[in-house]
């Protein structure tokens, strides 16, 4: 079994490459299920979130393939995940750089995610939750497999310690902490500043209620709203969504953060406006705003690859964060390399009990009942505890080699 991690993020693609790759809930649910219908991929595992894409495969060897006897399910021809990326974006168009990683690369890569270090905003808190959800999402599929399964479970330990553990001063928690702070630098303090924002997802509720903090008069759009349902974040007003102009033409910052695969405000709309907001900050991917409304005049447009911190977290914390997801890249690499060398454990046993039976020491009492059962429990007690305490040591090719030593060796 093989791991292989291919993806594009903020880092590697801008805003206008990455939304090629931006999936929706059910689009991520119909590539996870097409996967595994390919011959040799036996997990996938689709991370997306606004700042990153990465599509995480377990992959069999050809020898698993054989014996797992796939030959109906469809052919994965030479697998290659950032070609399999590629074709479920939808895009001919020449491919950004698409990182690819296998094996302990790609578990270290994850642990990493997961404690903030690739985030646009260092250590921000929104990933734990979205690594979970990803491989949540996988189970609720059946796409996942152990070792995915297990990869993803560790990499949500690793960041979760690492918010726990790691403080990193002066930067902003998350992106709509970040699209905040952006604007009290460049207008000054927001209270008593009118708002809009569009849309009542996590991002912009948190939007939304940091804005209310800093005193600002907040009115976001909902679809439908249910009185005792729909989550409003506390001092903020409700309006339709299809009087988001009407109440655009009042506001001086508007934001949008909708899951939307449609722009939210065309160019043409917003100029058609008699008052225009001063600022837009398009905080969704695909984006929610039509790119060419930042050359309306007296318009700022921010997207999310606007929107960064000038701060320099501490080395200390670098240090411990790098630490924490390198400790727990090890983990689980140790708990792979034990649940790859069982069936050489079992072989093992087998061939110490067998030339234990049939060496010179114990023919003197061949006569005595039950002896084949003796000598297999105390080899398989044994072994057990001579592995059970070399966990860290162990890997299945030292022990294929042993397997192999034992075979070729005469009697004794």
């Known amino acids: 079994m093989c791991i292989y991690m291919a993806g594009v993020d903020v880092h590697s693609a801008d805003v206008s490459e990455r939304e090629r790759f931006a999936f929706s809930e059910e689009q991520v649910r119909h590539i996870l299920q097409e996967l595994v219908q390919k011959d040799g991929i036996s997990g996938a595992v689709l991370l997306a979130t606004c700042n990153r894409t990465e599509l995480y495969l377990s992959v069999q060897s050809d020898r698993e393939r054989t ?17 399999l990326l590629q074709y479920y974006a939808g895009s001919s168009a020449e491919p950004p750089h698409i990182l690819v990683r296998t ?10 995610v997961a404690c903030g270090l690739h985030s646009q905003i260092l250590h921000e808190e929104q990933i734990v939750t979205q690594v979970g959800r990803a491989v949540e999402l996988a189970r609720e599929c059946h796409t996942t497999d152990s070792v995915l399964d297990t990869l993803f479970r560790t ?31 460049c207008i000054g303090k927001l209270d008593g500043k009118s708002c809009l924002v569009i849309g009542n997802g996590s991002m912009g509720r948190l939007a939304a209620s940091l804005l209310v903090q800093r005193g600002c008069r907040v009115f976001m759009t909902l679809r439908s709203y249910h009185h005792g349902e729909t989550v409003i974040p506390f001092g903020v007003k409700p309006i339709p969504y299809e009087q988001r102009f009407a109440q655009m033409k009042n506001s001086e910052i508007v ?18 406006l008699s008052r225009k907001p001063r600022f837009l900050l398009d905080l969704a991917m695909p984006r929610d705003i039509e790119p060419t409304c930042g050359e309306t005049d007296g318009v700022t447009l921010w997207d999310l690859d606007d929107l960064h911190s000038d701060a320099a977290p ?5 240090a411990a964060l790098h630490q924490i997801a390198e400790q727990y890249a090890d983990n689980f690499q140790m708990w792979r390399n034990y649940r790859d060398s069982v069936p050489y454990m079992q072989q093992l046993k087998e061939l110490t009990t067998q030339r234990i039976l049939h060496s010179t020491t114990a023919a003197p009492y061949a006569e005595l009942p039950q002896l084949e059962e003796i000598v297999r429990l105390v ?22 080699q042993s397997c192999a030593k034992i075979r070729d060796r005469g009697r004794f």
């Open 155 to 185: 990499a949500v330990s690793a960041g979760k310690d690492a918010q726990n553990q790691v403080s990193v001063s002066q930067v902003p928690l998350s992106v709509s902490y970040g699209a905040v702070q952006q604007l009290e630098q």
């Open 255 to 272: 934001i949008s953060a909708t899951r939307s695969p449609h722009y939210t405000i065309f160019s043409d709309q917003l100029k058609a």
């Open 379 to 400: 080899t398989e007690k044994t072994v057990d505890m001579l592995m059970g305490s070399m966990k860290s040591e162990i890997t299945p090719e030292l022990l294929q």
């Open 314 to 318: 501490d080395a200390a914390a670098l």
């Open 67 to 83: 014996e797992n006897n796939a030959a109906e399910r469809q052919p994965a021809e030479q697998i290659s995940p950032a070609q």
């Open 103 to 112: 094996e302990l690369d790609a578990a270290q890569h994850l642990m990493e």
